[in-house]
């Protein structure tokens, strides 16, 4: 008599490290200044700090 292998396979999802966004303080990125311009795709968006000290990206 065979018996069947009735188990199920749960798969399991782990995301590898180096697949986890990059991590960067505003300090580092934006320096003293209050603004810095990033080039995308040929367009240009402006990173900016509000007086409030809330970060704000515009194109």
Do not use: C, D, F, W
Not at 22 to 46: C, D, F, R
């Amino acid at each position: 008599m065979s018996q069947k292998n009735t188990s199920v396979l749960i798969p399991i999802y782990v995301r590898s490290r180096h697949l986890l966004p990059k991590t960067i303080s505003s300090e580092a990125l934006l320096g003293e200044m209050k603004q810095i311009l990033i080039l995308h795709e040929g367009h240009s968006y402006q990173l900016r700090i509000t007086k409030l000290g809330k970060l704000i990206l515009t194109k």
